[in-house]
């Protein structure tokens, strides 16, 4: 059974830092170097978007446009852990934040984990 564990939120003022770790449990190591690895986040009242992408065999990074030069995704393929750095944290990045893995970019291949909060506030 695969398995996501998001970990690292917490509160944090404008113009902090976190970062966000992802452990997937389950997945075989195949499968965690060729799928895309996803960070999503879901806003209070919004709906769950996805933030930014990696796939290591395209060496491909994407980023929705507000979080460009500002977060960064990376993945360590022998721990089987996906990270998300964010820094210049703006009020428009609180929420709960998930990882996930699909074989396309936006493509969900696996239920949801309980995700980390993010709650950026002075």
């Known amino acids: 059974q695969v398995q996501f564990a998001e970990s690292g939120g917490g509160l944090v003022e404008p113009g902090g830092s976190l970062r966000l770790s992802c452990a997937a449990s389950?997945?075989?190591?195949?499968?965690?170097?060729?799928?895309?690895l996803n960070w999503y986040r879901q806003g209070p009242g919004k709906e769950r978007e996805l933030v930014a992408s990696?796939?290591?065999?395209?060496?491909?990074?994407k980023y929705i446009d507000s979080v460009k030069g500002r977060f960064t995704i990376s993945s360590d393929n022998v721990q089987k852990m996906v990270y998300l750095q964010m820094n210049s944290l703006k009020s428009e990045d609180t929420g709960v934040y998930y990882c996930?893995?699909?074989?396309?970019?936006?493509?969900?291949?696996?239920?949801w984990g309980q995700g980390t909060q993010v709650t950026v506030s002075s």
């Open positions: 996930n893995a699909g074989r396309a970019v936006g493509v969900v291949d696996y239920s």
């Open positions: 990696i796939s290591k065999p395209d060496i491909y990074t």
């Open positions: 389950g997945l075989t190591f195949a499968t965690f170097n060729t799928y895309y």
